[in-house]
Each structure stands twice: as structure tokens, then as C-alpha cells.
């Protein structure tokens, strides 16, 4: 298998600031499922402003393209300083995740660290089931 080059904005190159769009490597292999785990997300509490701390799972299977892995870990550092309910922001990454890399279906879960003795887990569902 020969060096292939790609058309990549954050792959190989410096720099850790939020991004909002995806790097996409052509995929032509045929029938898969790629799960994606970032074990380290943190998004704000919509009302104490506190930090919330989870997980974050992608599983999808690609149609046309795979995700460069840099970029999503990117991506998904935006969600760092907003403010907003568990239950958006998976609903959000699914529905970004999806309109850009155009999976032919793709599953979002995010588990979120105990807060009120309660630990949430939300999970949003795009393209064919």
C-alpha cells in the first residue's frame, strides 16, 4: 500500500485551537464501522457555569469518506466553553457529525460524569437505522 497524500487542514500541523469543520479521508474500502471514543470531553453546565466531564462515543459507518482523527479531537473541543444541556450537545455533534462527513449512518453517545447523584447518557441516531 503505497504514502497517499490527503487534502487535510490539521493533520501533521501544530496548533490546538477549536475547529469547526471535520478533515475528510476519501474511503473506497468497502463496508465498516469505526468507532471513535473521547475519553477526555468537557462542556459547561448551562445554569452553575461549572465544568461537566464525559465521554463522548462515535460509531459510524462511512459511505464516502472517514474522519482524520485530529480534527475531530478539535472539533470537539469547542463544546469547552459552551454552556448548554448534555442532551443538546450530543444531539448537535450528531447532527455536524453527520452533515459533514455524510455517513451512511452514524451514533453519537455521550456519557456524562455524576452530577446529583445522577450520571446521564444521551445518545442521538443520524442517517439510515
Same mark, same amino acid.
Given at each position: 500500500?503505497? @504514502?497517499?497524500?490527503?487534502?487535510?487542514?490539521?493533520?501533521?500541523?501544530?496548533?490546538?485551537?477549536?475547529?469547526?469543520?471535520?478533515?475528510?479521508?476519501?474511503?473506497?474500502?468497502?463496508?465498516? &464501522?469505526?468507532?471513535l $471514543?473521547?475519553?477526555?470531553? &468537557?462542556?459547561?453546565?448551562?445554569? &452553575? @457555569?461549572?465544568? $461537566?466531564?464525559?465521554?463522548?462515543?462515535i460509531?459510524?459507518?462511512?459511505?464516502?469518506?472517514?474522519?482524520?482523527?485530529?480534527?475531530?479531537?478539535?472539533?470537539?473541543?469547542?463544546?469547552? $466553553?459552551?454552556?448548554?444541556?448534555?442532551?443538546?450537545?450530543?444531539?448537535?455533534?450528531? $447532527?455536524?457529525?453527520? @452533515?459533514?462527513? @455524510?455517513?451512511?449512518?452514524?451514533?453519537?453517545?455521550?456519557?456524562?460524569?455524576?452530577?446529583?447523584?445522577?450520571?446521564? &447518557?444521551?445518545?442521538?441516531?443520524?442517517?439510515?437505522?
Amino acid at each position: 500500500m503505497g @504514502k497517499q497524500q490527503y487534502n487535510t487542514k490539521h493533520l501533521g500541523r501544530r496548533g490546538e485551537e477549536a475547529v469547526d469543520e471535520l478533515d475528510l479521508i476519501p474511503w473506497t474500502h468497502g463496508p465498516i &464501522t469505526v468507532f471513535l $471514543d473521547a475519553t477526555e470531553f &468537557t462542556s459547561l453546565c448551562p445554569v &452553575t @457555569k461549572h465544568p $461537566d466531564f464525559g465521554r463522548i462515543t462515535i460509531e459510524y459507518v462511512p459511505d464516502a469518506h472517514i474522519v482524520e482523527t485530529k480534527s475531530l479531537k478539535l472539533y470537539l473541543r469547542r463544546y469547552r $466553553d459552551k454552556a448548554e444541556f448534555n442532551e443538546v450537545i450530543v444531539a448537535a455533534i450528531a $447532527d455536524e457529525f453527520h @452533515k459533514q462527513v @455524510k455517513p451512511r449512518q452514524v451514533t453519537v453517545t455521550g456519557h456524562f460524569n455524576v452530577r446529583g447523584g445522577i450520571s446521564p &447518557t444521551a445518545i442521538a441516531i443520524r442517517g439510515e437505522v
